[in-house]
């Protein structure tokens, strides 16, 4: 079964940084573009960023842009989300989600997401 | 950015059938917006319906159905269930860039 699992989520204080990473199975890692959303608390879902199966091109919700870096690792099959310059309002869960091919942006198979608060 | 918009909530009866509708601010949407459509029930990580306007998942239930309809996309449920009370989600692309619509909150009442 393809899965995607999230991890790296905590308590951090605003101005402060976090990596995210996203593990993946049962698929061919290095064929799909992988994606970071997120959740605010009693929220919609926020786009926050996508990677392209051969990291060659990156997309970054305006919101994100500068602070935030996706990256990944076909080797460990794994994405990373780079967060720094942490706000309040970054503080939602953050799900990892695969795409349907190569150069998909959008989300397809989520992960459970993982919880990021930022406070003092 | 553009935004999208959703209805923020629909009503529809056990066996009745509603149309979603998710449209853009730079004007109609198009297949060259990669529509899909995600349900998210509470306290659960969403699930992908539907995939470029019309495309289903092996999993998607056959009572759901997207389509293009009036300058913009839409999700129909036909014989609601109970088990279909969620929020219901769209997005679209913008080069690359990917926007959610504010969701739908949709009750089978």
């Known amino acids: 079964e393809v899965q995607v699992l999230e991890s790296g989520g905590g308590l951090v204080q605003p101005g402060g940084s976090l990596r995210l990473s996203c593990s993946a199975s049962?698929?061919?890692?290095?064929?799909?573009?992988m994606t970071w959303v997120r959740q605010a608390p009693g929220k919609g879902l926020e786009w926050v960023s996508a990677i392209v199966g051969n990291g060659y091109d990156t997309f970054y919700a305006d919101s994100v842009k500068g602070r935030f870096t996706i990256s990944r690792d076909d080797s460990k099959s794994t994405a990373y989300l780079e967060m720094n310059s942490l706000r309040a309002d970054d503080t939602a869960v953050y799900y990892c989600?695969?795409?349907?091919?190569?150069?998909?942006?959008?989300?397809?198979?989520w992960g459970q997401g993982t919880t990021v608060t930022v406070s003092s | 950015q553009a935004v999208v918009t959703q209805e923020p909530s629909l009503t529809v009866s056990p066996g009745g059938a509603v149309t979603l509708t998710c449209g853009s601010s730079t004007g109609p949407v198009t297949s060259g917006h990669f529509p899909y459509w995600f349900q998210q029930k509470p306290g659960q990580a969403p699930r992908t319906l539907i995939h470029d306007v019309t495309e289903k998942y092996s999993w998607t239930p056959a009572r759901f159905s997207g389509s293009l309809l009036g300058g913009k996309t839409a999700l129909t449920l036909s014989g609601a269930q109970p088990e279909d009370e969620a929020e219901y989600y769209c997005l679209l692309t913008y080069s690359g860039v990917v926007v959610f619509g504010g969701g739908t909150k949709l009750t089978v009442l």
């Open positions: 989600a695969k795409g349907r091919g190569p150069y998909s942006t959008q989300p397809e198979v």
């Open positions: 049962e698929f061919t890692f290095n064929n799909y573009g």
